[in-house]
């Protein structure tokens, strides 16, 4: 069973750049979350999915941030513009419903210079 | 917004030594799972506990859910390098999930 995809890997950018990441959960799971991870904490939840439809955005800085998943399978998460502080690996997670366990992606470890 | 803390940060342990490390709220959890996540790798799922006082055991693992629903642990008995990594604590409550500060352990072989 293939894992979730995430692309780009690795990331390098400017402040005040705009950069995208994409997620291809799970075939099947209809929950899909978004997590950014600082170095050195735990992911802290940005957005969740359940297919198409936002379940919680609430942490979510709305300012410069978005997501979607328009066919309720894969998403992307986007920054516009890019701040100093939003250097860290974001994380792509599905499981088959809410609550249930999580299957992580590989991450996009974001550096915004 | 819901904190998880998680105690100790970090630990270093003799390769074959015991290991604990204790996820804590000041709120009522509703459920508890635990991941593991090695050195520049993604949080991997372990376990989920839902019950008051639930014991859970895998191999040398042993997970426990405190009676009040406010604590959790995870021992690892007679660690060995393979263990090496974070361990974080997650709390599903309502549509959130509120992962813990994380214990980082290095085993010493």
């Known amino acids: 069973e293939a894992g979730v995809a995430q692309s780009p890997r690795y990331k390098i950018i400017e402040k005040r750049q705009s950069v995208a990441f994409w997620c291809n959960p799970i075939?099947?799971?209809?929950?899909l979350y978004w997590y950014q991870q600082i170095l050195g904490q735990g992911p802290k939840l940005l957005i969740q999915f359940q297919n198409n439809g936002v379940v919680d955005d609430s942490q979510l800085p709305k300012d410069r941030f978005s997501a979607e998943r328009l066919k309720g399978v894969d998403s992307t998460l986007k920054i516009q513009p890019a701040k100093l502080e939003d250097s860290a690996v974001y994380l792509c997670?599905?499981?088959?419903?809410?609550?249930?366990?999580?299957?992580f992606g590989p991450g996009t470890r974001l550096t915004v210079l | 917004g819901q904190q998880v803390m998680q105690i100790p940060q970090y630990q270093h342990v003799q390769e074959g030594e015991d290991f604990t490390t204790y996820c804590n709220s000041s709120t009522t959890l509703s459920n508890i799972q635990w991941y593991k996540q090695r050195p520049g790798g993604h949080p991997v799922f372990l376990i989920q506990l839902v019950k008051s006082g639930e014991v859970k055991k895998q191999k040398r693992l042993t997970f426990q859910f405190g009676e009040a629903k406010k604590n959790s642990s995870l021992h690892i008995t007679a660690t060995q390098t393979t263990d090496v990594g974070t361990y974080f604590c997650a709390d599903n409550t309502g549509n959130q999930f509120y992962f813990g500060t994380g214990t980082s352990l290095t085993v010493i072989p």
């Open positions: 997670a599905s499981s088959p419903r809410t609550g249930l366990k999580q299957f």
């Open positions: 075939s099947g799971h209809a929950t």
